[in-house]
């Protein structure tokens, strides 16, 4: 919601913790803060009454007409029943029905207590890093989603944060860093568009160890709750893109904030309503109508992309993906997670094979972005990852040539045929009477052995 606060209002003060009039009196029953919706979907209390792809789509109705979806209560105001105000909804950017529904259902989804729905994945960090205090430190990865980069820099270069970038592959670099003054441990795994791993429980028990005060802040978009809860790894706060895999169909922008913390939750609702961030009811039903499908999904999207990455794998490219037992961290991704998600990478060691590669495909979308029905091609560090600055990227060792796969649900011999056909058109492959493999540079880089910090 915008979800109001139990006992707090949506309209005072600018301190967050100070408590406040309007108070939703209907607290959940099993003591959630959240106010009713028409429909509501509970939250859970530590566990999950059914399997995730059940509860995916059970929400129980309530709705006056039983209706079977949502309604879109598009609606700025609602009309109150006093003059002194206090019914559960009053103004859309302090709470609004349809994203309440959206927010319980998150809520039970993610095993939360509390979850926020608000306009994108990175307005949602925008409301995550608003905890922070000028002399504040972050934490963060050096393999980092670009946008995420280049919020994390603003805060650097114009409120006071000390972010400090590196190896989260590494238990102890992220250790090495955490001092009284660490505010903020900001994870993502896997990486993006690298792909590597990063253990969440080691660095979340390490970091709490070392300052009991961090928060470890989890980036969920690659893997959504389909596949990965980093609450129940350790993690303080998740966030996701909603505009990736939960919705799925690249129509809408959104992002989900989830907690376990009443008092974190709140200062974020504060920040929802005091900003105007929240997502809109038109939206909000759009996601939950995505959420629904996500276990189908996923399960299509990872399984044509498990056979993309074995076929590049043995026609000799060096393939980024946590299906594949080359990868360097595939142990640790397995202990965390349930499937390996749907995007991949692979590298041709040469920037123009690549642009060649991906303007040859048609199946393939050259487009940004992930977690949609529709499989995309693009090149991360002139796409995505433009908004990095060349030199950081060559610190970082991102390689330039590097394309990133974003699988979608099509039929997998369709798509490996585009591929095998932009392969050939662009060059990249030699052709035999046994087949083909991957020719040049590429085919040095593919039996190379693939090394986490590459
Ligand atoms: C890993 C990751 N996190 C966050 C975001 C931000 O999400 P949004 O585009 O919905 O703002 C993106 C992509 O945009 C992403 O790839
Ligand atoms: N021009 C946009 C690029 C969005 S990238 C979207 C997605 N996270 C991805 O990794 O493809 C920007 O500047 O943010």
Redesign the pocket.
């Known amino acids: 919601m915008s979800t109001p606060p139990a006992n707090g209002s949506s309209s005072g003060g600018d301190d967050a913790t100070k408590p406040i009039n309007k108070a939703f009196s209907k607290v959940d029953l099993e003591g959630h803060n959240l106010p009713p919706s028409p429909a509501p979907s509970s939250p859970s209390n530590g566990h999950r009454r059914y399997a995730l792809a059940t509860e995916l789509v059970y929400t129980e109705s309530k709705d006056q007409y039983g209706a079977s979806s949502i309604p879109i209560y598009q609606s700025a105001t609602f009309k109150q029943t006093s003059a002194s105000g206090g019914n559960e909804y009053d103004y859309t950017r302090s709470g609004n029905p349809t994203r309440t529904h959206l927010e319980r259902h998150m809520a039970k989804i993610m095993n939360a207590t509390r979850a926020l729905a608000v306009g994108s ?1 990175m307005g949602a960090l925008d409301v995550i890093t608003r905890l922070l205090r000028p002399g504040d430190e972050v934490i963060t990865g050096d393999d980092l ?3 995420t980069n ?1 919020l994390l820099t603003y805060l650097s270069s114009n409120q006071g944060i000390v972010v400090h970038h590196v190896d989260t592959t590494e238990v102890e670099r992220v250790r090495e860093v955490v001092s009284d003054k660490t505010a903020m441990v900001l994870l993502e795994t896997p990486t ?2 690298l792909i590597k791993i990063v253990d969440i429980p080691g660095i979340a028990k390490s970091v709490h160890d070392a300052n009991p005060k961090a928060l470890v802040i989890v980036d969920n978009t690659m893997l959504s709750p389909m596949l990965c809860n980093p609450l129940e790894l350790g993690a303080d706060i998740v966030y996701e ?1 909603g505009t990736k895999y939960l919705s799925g169909h690249h129509d809408i922008m959104a992002g989900i904030i989830a907690c376990n913390d009443p008092a974190i939750g709140d200062k974020m609702y504060f920040t929802i309503n005091s900003t105007g961030c929240g997502l809109s009811p038109n939206d909000a039903f759009l996601l939950m109508r995505g959420v629904k499908t996500l276990a189908i999904r996923m399960e299509k999207q990872q399984a044509n992309a498990q056979m993309i990455a074995e076929f590049l794998e043995t026609h000799g490219f060096r393939v980024r993906y946590p299906g594949l037992k080359s990868h360097p961290q595939y142990d640790l991704h397995w202990s965390m997670a349930r499937g390996a998600g749907a995007v991949l990478s692979f590298e041709t060691a040469d920037v123009a094979l690549s642009e060649r590669i991906v303007e040859a495909a048609k199946l393939y979308g050259i487009s ?3 977690g949609c029905v529709n499989s995309l091609i ?1 090149m ?1 560090c002139r ?5 990095i600055d060349a030199k950081t990227r060559k610190e970082r060792q991102m390689p330039e040539d590097i394309i990133r796969l974003c699988v979608g649900i099509e039929d997998v011999n369709d798509l490996i045929d585009d591929l095998s056909r932009s392969l050939v058109q662009a060059g990249a492959v030699t052709i035999t009477l046994d087949g083909f493999h991957a020719a040049g540079p590429a085919a040095q880089l593919g039996t190379a052995p693939a090394s986490s910090d590459a």
């Open positions: 994945g989603y670009g946008g280049r993006n568009p893109s940004v972005s992930f693009s991360p796409m995505s990852h433009a908004s």
